[in-house]
């Protein structure tokens, strides 16, 4: 957390510090809007600071100037390319995400001015919050094409992010050699890089497109990084679609992230019917908004086609 002490104004720090420690390690989301309650959110719910108080601290503009101040090291110039895109991340892997008025330029988004609201994000690496999985996720020592849906907020990151790990490493007590493992990530949350750096444990056969669009990175590794497996985050184009075929057929696992509430949803969307109707995944992982990769029991169920295997959460 030292790392987003860093982003927070003197006040703000203090009324973070302030709070329970069993509650502060549980922290997942510090909302700072100009003119409003200071907040905190955790997978329990939401406070405003401070802790337990009924007069809630209002953040001021000279709080917002501070972390704007703090994340653009003193030059909102040098953040042009985050404005455009609408966070900012930090070292450590936590991400802020920027609101405020909004400057386009025929009519694309060209930054954000004026901000008035932050969300840091923050992160955390749960390493072992894949191997629940292993069993479907690896069979007879190989990696198996996998699709993992589920709403906002219930752990596909995560998930993500621990297969990249156990796929590189290796897990010998598994039968699982070491791969190459390629991760496109275009909103930085995945491998959390800065300056290039990943801020996250993935071991010494992880190679990373940070900040690149999926299928152009999904092709970019192909070409010119030779990997068995390809992590990527939130599908959503066609050109995703494009290219997650293009992956398979080239003989690469792919193992990918849909925002969804479940597989039905997901096949119902025009822009990614052509992966199921291919039947490119083997098998589907479904996360709940009840329960998260670190605290939820498994329940396997098998439909008719017998390679739309369904791990579900409940």
């Given at each position: 957390m030292k790392?987003?002490f860093d ?5 703000l720090?203090?009324?973070v510090?302030a709070?329970?420690e ?5 922290i ?9 309650p200071l907040?905190?959110l955790?997978a ?7 802790y337990?108080?009924t007069c809630?601290?209002?953040v001021?503009?000279?709080?917002g ?16 390319e985050?404005l455009k ?14 609101a405020g008025?909004?400057v386009?330029?025929k009519g ?7 901000i ?5 994000r923050i ?8 191997l629940?999985?292993l ?11 996998t ?6 907020k ?5 998930l993500l992010?621990?297969i ?7 897990l010998?007590?598994?039968?699982l ?10 909103r930085s949350?995945?491998?959390g890089?800065?300056?290039?750096v ?8 992880v190679?990373i497109?940070d900040?690149c669009?999926k ?8 070409r010119?990084?030779s ?7 939130e599908?959503?184009?066609p050109?995703?679609?494009e290219?997650?075929m293009?992956?398979v057929?080239a003989g ?7 925002h969804g ?5 997901v ?7 052509a992966?199921?109707?291919?039947k490119?995944f ?5 996360l709940?908004?009840f ?14 086609d017998?390679?739309?295997?369904k791990?579900r959460?409940?």
């Open positions: 790392e987003v982003v927070l104004p003197g006040t720090k203090d009324l510090t709070i329970p069993q509650v502060r390690k549980k997942e989301e510090i909302r700072i809007r100009i003119g409003r907040e905190i955790t329990e719910g939401s406070w405003l600071l401070p337990g108080s809630p601290y209002v001021t503009a000279e709080d100037a501070f972390v704007m101040s703090y994340l653009s090291g003193h030059s909102v110039y040098r953040l042009e985050e895109r609408g966070y900012i991340t930090i070292p450590g892997g936590h991400r802020v995400g920027l008025r909004v386009t330029e694309m988004v060209k930054g954000i001015r004026d008035g609201s932050f969300n840091i992160a955390r690496q749960s390493k072992g919050a894949a629940p999985y069993g479907r996720l690896a069979v007879n020592g190989s990696w198996v094409h699709l993992i849906t589920g709403p906002p219930t752990g596909k990151t995560t992010r621990d990249a790990r156990i796929a590189s490493q290796g010998p007590e598994r039968n050699a070491p791969q190459t493992v390629g991760i496109v990530d275009e949350e995945l491998a890089c800065v300056m290039g990943p801020q996250h444990e993935f071991g010494n056969r190679d497109l900040r669009p299928a152009e990175g999904m092709m970019m590794l192909i010119s990084m990997p068995d497996i390809i992590v990527v985050d599908l959503g184009r050109e995703d679609a290219a997650v293009e992956a057929h690469v696992t792919v193992i990918a992230s849909v509430s479940d597989v039905q949803d096949k119902g969307r025009p822009t990614l019917r992966l199921f109707e291919q490119a083997v098998q589907y992982i479904e709940t908004k329960s998260r990769t670190d605290r939820g029991s498994i329940q396997q169920k098998r439909p008719a017998p390679r739309e295997l791990v959460m409940k």
